[in-house]
């Protein structure tokens, strides 16, 4: 199984990403002394991202998924077949995926995780009600996590989620609230005047008050994130002996990142290798038997 290509799959609300991960290349480089300021992204300290690294990724619409992109991201395994590890928060689109793969692909390894796939401590009441592309968020950061540290993970998508990684690495819940575009929709809906506005990726942080309604809108959205993420990582460093560390991924993550301050890294992929991770203790399994 080992020598067999991974293709991880994150289906979120609104477009799923995919990464390949070429066979052995899905391994951990090991924890980084210097902990966070090594990840990819941050680049601070020149030393090799310890996250397994994916060889090419894509992006697809859960509505209208273009299957050929998806099908030249197979070929570039140069494998006649794959493990497919999927993670999945929208069941619709993951099963059209899935049926897609089986028609096209039956000699393909596909696997659906669920929440006990993932070799992490859960400590809230019902870790299976927990959406698994935070506790993949948590594996992945866990490596990146300075021991003895507590973490807040961020992840910005169509909603964000802030979620706590205990002292000992163990998830202990979070903080679930809208995303960018999920609030510029709620803003034009619930109003009779202000607009729609597509709030793309932010490359960099706005200014903090805009001169137009549109350039206020964009304002607000970005630093209301920037504002409740910098709370929720305040109010758990005052618990802990150490200020949080803050790892980041999703949509304007590396903008976001730089507005949190110096705690805060931004780590792209990070469910896709939270993933890979899973699938890597998996395969470790296995061949233990």
């Not at 910098?230 to 590396?254: D, W, Y």
């Amino acid at each position: 199984m080992d020598s067999v290509p991974l293709i991880a799959v994150d289906v979120g609300n609104s477009r799923m990403k995919l990464a390949l991960f070429a066979p052995g290349g899905d391994r951990p480089a090991g924890r980084q002394s210097d902990g966070p300021a090594a990840t990819e992204g941050a680049e601070r300290s020149g030393a090799m991202p310890p996250l397994p690294k994916p060889c090419r990724t894509c992006s697809l619409d859960d509505a209208n998924p273009d299957w050929e992109t998806l099908e030249e991201l197979r070929s570039a395994a140069a494998a006649e077949s794959l493990r497919w590890r999927i993670a999945s928060v929208n069941r619709p689109a993951a099963g059209r995926l899935i049926e897609r793969l089986r028609s096209e692909h039956p000699g393909d390894a596909i696997t659906l995780l669920s929440a006990a796939d993932v070799p992490l401590a859960v400590r809230v009441p019902r870790p299976d009600m927990v959406g698994i592309d935070r506790l993949l968020d948590a594996l992945a950061a866990n490596v990146l996590r300075t021991p003895g540290n507590t973490a807040v993970v961020v992840d910005v998508g169509s909603a964000v989620t802030v979620d706590l990684l205990d002292e000992e690495g163990a998830f202990r819940g979070g903080a679930i609230f809208p995303g960018l575009r999920m609030s510029a929709k709620a803003l034009h809906h619930f109003t009779d005047l202000l607009p729609l506005i597509d709030p793309e990726e932010f490359a960099e942080a706005p200014p903090p008050y805009g001169t137009d309604t549109a350039s206020a809108m964009r304002a607000g959205l970005y630093w209301s994130i920037v504002g409740a993420v910098r709370e929720l990582a305040r109010r758990v460093g005052e618990q802990s002996k150490r200020p949080a560390e803050v790892f980041i991924t999703g949509g304007s993550a590396a903008a976001l990142a730089q507005s949190l301050g110096p705690n805060a890294v931004y780590v792209p992929h990070l469910t896709l290798a939270g993933i890979a991770l899973t699938d890597r203790r998996s395969v470790q399994a296995d061949l233990g038997r």
